[in-house]
């Protein structure tokens, strides 16, 4: 146990959970509002692939975040075009979009540098850095859930929008922000990932990271905090079973790679139901138009 709690997998752990963190912060905000997005993943791919994009043609990684945030915003405004406006079914609509991006990333990827060499590495960021943003990140959103109007008017039309409306609240137009919002979170938990220390960009890099991070929020009924926290527990599970591969070759490495995922269905399943009196419930109009 002492070589596998390590500070080295301590590190890890940060590294690899501080996507999936940001990614859950945007969906809370979405979900806040009652709209449920399943694109998540997608978006968090279309963020990695402009980061990496922007990174290298500016050579800053800090450039390569804010395109991740713009990719990001520009994603989630499609997703409101779609879900928010037209009303479409909200759970085909985010599984279609993750879809088209998981295409479209490997296709842009593939025009953009030859296939089979790796691909070039571009300058990161250091784990300080973006930890320092995660902090930003999860500060401003916990302000604005629960000590600004803002969040109110959120709650208001997450859990009763006939009664926002009625109050002169625009629903469409809230949901719609709260969207675009939420996926520029996602995107620029991509570019987190790819302008980190990983610093470069392969097909489906996110690895379902996505899927974790919705599957965290509704664990932890969108509360930010221990969604964070939720977040670094699954940056740990994947850090760990790396270190387990090394020492149990015998075990097939497939093994390994399903224990931070499975973690995540196990806390999803006991986690089933929960609620509390804090707003740790998840909205009563969540993923209906």
């Known amino acids: 146990m002492d070589t596998i709690l390590t500070l080295a997998t301590l590190a890890a752990a940060i590294r690899l959970g501080l996507p999936v963190a940001m990614a859950a912060l945007g969906e809370v905000i979405a979900e806040r509002s009652g709209v449920l997005n399943l694109g998540l993943e997608g978006v968090m791919l279309s963020g990695a692939l402009a980061g990496y994009l922007i990174t290298r ?22 997703l409101a075009l779609l879900m928010v406006v037209l009303r479409t079914n909200q759970i085909v609509t985010g599984l279609a979009f993750t879809l088209l991006a998981q295409s479209g990333t490997t296709y842009l990827f593939e025009r953009s540098y030859t296939i089979g060499k790796p691909p070039p590495v571009i300058p990161s960021l250091p ?18 859930l629960y000590r600004a109007t ?3 008017v959120l709650t208001a039309v997450g859990e009763a929008p006939e009664a926002a409306a009625a109050l002169g609240y625009r629903v469409v137009r809230i949901r719609a922000l709260a969207t675009v919002s939420g996926s520029a979170l996602g995107g620029l938990a991509g570019a987190m990932l790819v302008c980190g220390p990983l610093g470069l960009f392969i097909q489906n890099v996110t690895a379902g990271r996505g899927w974790v991070a919705l599957a965290l929020v509704i664990f932890d009924r969108g509360r930010p905090g221990w969604c964070v926290l939720g977040a670094l527990l699954f940056g740990l599970c994947d850090a760990i079973q790396f270190r387990l591969q ?25 986690g089933r139901g929960r609620g509390d009196a804090a707003g740790g419930t998840s909205p009563a109009r969540l993923g209906r138009p």
């Open 127 to 144: 784990i300080p850095a973006l930890v320092a943003v995660l902090v930003i990140a999860l500060a401003a959103v916990w302000f604005v």
């Open 57 to 78: 043609a500016f050579g800053s990684p800090w450039a390569g975040l804010l395109g991740g945030l713009a990719a990001g915003a520009g994603c989630g405004a499609l």
């Open 150 to 152: 803002a969040g109110l």
């Open 246 to 270: 090394g020492t149990a070759p015998a075990v097939p490495y497939e093994v390994f790679l399903a224990l931070p995922y499975l973690v995540a269905l196990v806390a999803l399943g006991n």
